[in-house]
């Protein structure tokens, strides 16, 4: 347990589907990320909130819409996705200026068909 | 932007066996962390090690800032130390608040 929840731990979806990630943090940290884990292929950073900002885009098609209400909680919303989005999809959050440790949370396990 | 690299990209011990796994990265950080993420996709916090060195229990991480790589050394393995180990870094410059993570090493531990 790390302080950072996940849900749904497994999601099954159609390509014509909508459906929401949700992430929460009890640990009182201010910036929280999506991170995207494919089969065989290191962890890709896809978004960063910070005390509830968009500060980071990594160039995610817009299929994947993410919502930060406040610095506890993160969504990420999908649509009209594709069989290669099927991952695991982290969340994690953390104290930023500088110098502070990163907690994940369990991740969610998409598949797309 | 910077490059972690981490070796061996895969390791297979038997129980009881030590090992050292390796992280380099190409310019300066922050902040480097040691994950382990486990069979079930959850990462594990092991180190928060921007230099020096700690322990705790059967690991200890060692970070040479100056010369950009961090070491992770594993003693007395155990199956459960299986899975996968994963070195991240936060840039100073370029990459301020965000973890860039390495490939991973894939390590195996066999009874």
């Known amino acids: 347990e790390t302080g950072v929840t996940q849900t749904p731990r497994h999601l099954v979806m159609g390509m014509t589907n909508k459906k929401s990630l949700k992430c929460e943090q009890h640990?009182?940290?201010?910036?929280m990320y999506w991170y995207k884990q494919s089969a065989k292929k290191p962890l890709e950073l896809m978004f960063v909130?910070?005390?509830?900002?968009?500060?980071e885009n990594n160039s995610v098609p817009s299929r994947f819409s993410p919502e930060c209400p406040n610095s506890s909680h993160l969504f990420l919303h999908l649509h009209t996705l594709q069989p290669e989005d099927s991952a695991l999809y982290l969340c994690?959050?953390?104290?930023?200026?500088?110098?502070?440790?990163?907690?994940f949370g369990p991740g969610t396990r998409l598949t797309v068909t | 932007g910077i490059q972690v690299e981490q070796s061996p990209p895969d390791l297979i011990l038997q129980e009881g066996a030590n090992s050292t796994l390796r992280c380099n990265f190409s310019?300066?950080?922050?902040?480097l962390q040691w994950f382990h993420q486990n069979p079930w996709g959850q990462l594990i916090n092991l180190f928060y090690?921007?230099?020096g060195t700690k322990q705790n229990g059967r690991l200890s991480a060692t970070t040479v800032a100056t010369e950009r790589y961090s070491l992770l050394y594993i003693s007395s393995s155990q199956t459960t130390d299986s899975g996968v180990y994963f070195c991240?870094?936060?840039?100073?410059?370029?990459?301020?608040?965000?973890?860039?993570f390495g490939a991973g090493t894939r390590l195996a531990v066999h009874p």
């Open positions: 994690a959050s953390r104290r930023t200026s500088g110098g502070y440790e990163q907690y």
């Open positions: 640990l009182g940290h201010n910036a």
């Open positions: 909130y910070n005390f509830k900002e968009q500060t």
């Open positions: 310019d300066s950080v922050n902040n």
């Open positions: 090690i921007p230099s």
């Open positions: 991240a870094v936060e840039p100073i410059s370029g990459g301020y608040n965000k973890l860039i």
